[in-house]
C-alpha cells in the first residue's frame, strides 16, 4: 500500500525561526511534491522534485526552499519562518514524469507560526 | 496556462438524493483530469482520474465524473449521497505536454445531511 508520511501533524513556530518540514515515501517514486492549503485558495504547489538532488520551483516559491538528498526523502525548509507562513503543508508523491500517475498525498503538517 | 474553477464553495445534499459536484478546466490539448477528496484532518486521497477514451470514469466509493470536451467540464456525480461523503472535493488537471505539474481547484465543500 501507498505510504507519505510527513515528520509533524501540527508545528508552532515563532517568527525568524528556520522551520524543516519533513517528507517521506515508501513506494520508490520518482517525483515529490510540496503544496500549501489555504481556505479558498485551494492548493498551490511549491516546489517539486523529479529526482534526487533536482527541484523545480512551482507557483508559489518565495520564502521557501527545498532539498532531496534520498530519493525517498523531501524536505520544506522555511529559511525564516513569517506569519503568513501559517497554513497547511501536504507532501505528494508520484510514480514517474512522463506518465498519467496520481500523486498520494501525506496527512499534512498545519504549521502556525506567532 | 491550465487552470480549473469550482464554481460552488459548498453545495448541500439530502442522504440518499444524487450529487454533483462542478468542475471546468482550462488547458492548451487534450487534458488529464482528477478528482481528489479531503476528510477532516487528513491529507486528500485520489478517487478517480480521465486519460482518455470512455467520458464517464467510474471510481472509488461510488462516484464516478462526466468528461465534456465541448463544455470543458469533469462534474463529479454520485447517485445516492451518504452522510459520510460529507468532504472536501477538488478537481484537479494536468496538460499531456507537461511534466507532472497539477493545478488544483479551489475546492468543494460537500455536506450530506439526514
Known amino acids: 500500500d501507498v505510504k507519505v508520511t510527513q515528520s509533524s501533524r501540527y508545528l508552532v513556530k515563532r517568527t525568524g525561526e528556520k522551520v524543516f518540514l519533513e517528507c517521506v515515501q515508501d513506494?520508490?517514486?520518482?517525483?515529490m511534491f510540496w503544496y500549501r492549503q489555504d481556505p479558498g485558495l485551494g492548493l498551490r504547489l511549491i516546489y517539486f522534485?523529479?529526482?534526487?538532488?533536482?527541484?523545480e520551483k512551482g507557483d508559489i516559491p518565495e520564502g521557501y526552499s527545498v532539498s532531496r538528498e534520498k530519493k525517498e526523502r523531501f524536505s520544506l525548509i522555511l529559511e525564516s519562518a513569517s506569519t503568513n507562513q501559517t497554513s497547511m503543508y501536504l507532501c505528494?508523491?508520484?510514480?514517474?514524469?512522463?506518465?498519467?500517475?496520481?500523486?498520494?498525498f501525506g496527512p499534512g503538517t498545519r504549521l502556525l507560526v506567532l | 496556462a491550465q487552470s480549473v474553477a469550482q464554481p460552488e464553495d459548498q453545495v448541500n445534499v439530502a442522504e440518499g438524493n444524487p450529487l454533483t459536484v462542478k468542475c471546468t478546466y482550462s488547458?492548451?490539448?487534450?487534458?488529464?483530469l482528477f478528482w481528489y477528496v479531503q476528510y477532516p484532518n487528513r491529507g486528500l486521497q485520489f478517487l478517480l482520474k480521465?486519460?482518455?477514451?470512455?467520458?464517464l470514469v467510474k471510481g472509488s466509493y461510488g462516484f464516478e465524473a462526466e468528461f465534456n470536451k465541448s463544455q470543458t467540464s469533469f462534474h463529479l456525480k454520485k447517485p445516492s449521497a451518504l452522510v459520510s461523503d460529507s468532504a472536501l472535493y477538488f478537481c484537479?488537471?494536468?496538460?499531456?505536454?507537461?511534466?507532472?505539474?497539477?493545478?488544483f481547484g479551489t475546492g468543494t465543500r460537500l455536506q450530506v445531511t439526514l
Open positions: 505528494a508523491s508520484s510514480l514517474g514524469s512522463d506518465r498519467v500517475e496520481t500523486q498520494y
Open positions: 488547458v492548451s490539448g487534450n487534458p488529464y
Open positions: 480521465y486519460i482518455t477514451g470512455d467520458n
Open positions: 484537479a488537471v494536468k496538460s499531456r505536454g507537461t511534466a507532472s505539474k497539477l493545478t
Open positions: 522534485s523529479y529526482d534526487v538532488k533536482m527541484k
Open positions: 513506494m520508490d517514486h520518482e517525483n
